[in-house]
Nanobody
Framework: QVQLVESGGDWVQAGGSLRLSCAAS????????MGWYRQAPGKQRELVAT???????KYGDSVKGRFTISRDNAKNTVYLEMNSLKPEDTAVYYC?????????WGQGIQVIVSS
């Protein structure tokens, strides 16, 4: 089992920045990919960014060039640096960890971007 705890969510004005963190505990040695997904009210959960244990990254089209995902394997933590935030970035952000074929999720953290 892997437990994920997100932090860093907040309210921010458009154009601002936030940094989300997600700390993993439990069977962390088996974690492959980690990432962030988000879900806005009335919408499906969507990919924000993922990062492999080797550092390869993938981003959703709507955040490319504005968000950066990084990972500290020694701390079992994944980060999401969000810049140039837009009101449409408002959502609950979920941390994700993949262990073999199993997906683990954090409880979610709210990000609100006001115009």
């Amino acid at each position: 089992q892997v437990q994920l705890v997100e932090s860093g969510g907040d309210w921010v004005q458009a154009g601002g920045s936030l940094r989300l963190s997600c700390a993993a505990s439990g069977r962390v040695s088996n974690i492959n990919d980690m990432g962030w997904y988000r879900q806005a009210p009335g919408k499906q959960r969507e990919l924000v960014a993922t990062i492999t244990s080797g550092g390869s990254t993938k981003y959703g089209d709507s955040v490319k060039g504005r968000f950066t995902i990084s990972r500290d394997n020694a701390k079992n933590t994944v980060y999401l640096e969000m810049n140039s935030l837009k009101p449409e970035d408002t959502a609950v952000y979920y941390c994700n960890a993949v262990v073999n074929v199993d997906y683990y999720w954090g409880q979610g953290i709210q990000v609100i971007v006001s115009s």
